[in-house]
C-alpha cells in the first residue's frame, strides 16, 4: 500500500479548487493552471481525474484543455470506470468523439471493470453502441465475472441494445 502524504489545509484547499474547476468546466482557469504546473491526472479521493470529473459533467472545452496538456484518457477512478466508459454512461457522444480522437481505448477495460460497449448495452444507449462498433468495440470481450455486452444488455432489460447486438 502506497503512503499518502499529510496534506496541509491549503493544499487540500486548492486541490478542491483546481476539482471545481473541472467539475464546473472552466477551461481558461484550469488551461492557466496546467501550463503553471498543475499535474493533468490529478486525482480526488474517489479517484476521480481532473479529465473524468471535466469530461462526466459535459464540459468539452476543460475535458480538451486537460488531453491537450496530459490528462490520460485511461485513467480509471476507484468504481473501475475510465472516462470514455463514464460519458458513454450520461450518453454525451460528443465528448465519446473527443475522447476517441485524443486516444482512449474503446475496449479499455480496468481490472474489475467494464468497457464502455457494456455501459452502452446496460443502459440501452443505442447511439453510444452504434459508434463504438464503429470504433472497433469488441462484443465478445467480458468482465470480470465472464459477461459481456450482449449478457449484461439481456440482464438489465435493454431490449433494444440487446436487439442490436444479437444481429451483430
Known sequence: ??????LDDETLAFAERMFDL???GDAEQLSTMLDAGLPANLCNSNGDSLLMLASYNGHLPAAQALLERGGD???ANQRCQTPLAGVVFKGDLDMVELLLRHGAD???CPVGGKTPLMYAAMFNRLDMLERLLQAGADP????AEGHTALDLARAMGASEALALLEAR
Open 1 to 6: 500500500m502506497t503512503d499518502r502524504p499529510d
Open 140 to 143: 465478445r470481450r467480458t468482465d
Open 106 to 108: 474503446v475496449n479499455g
Open 73 to 75: 484518457p485511461e485513467l
Open 22 to 24: 473541472a467539475r464546473h
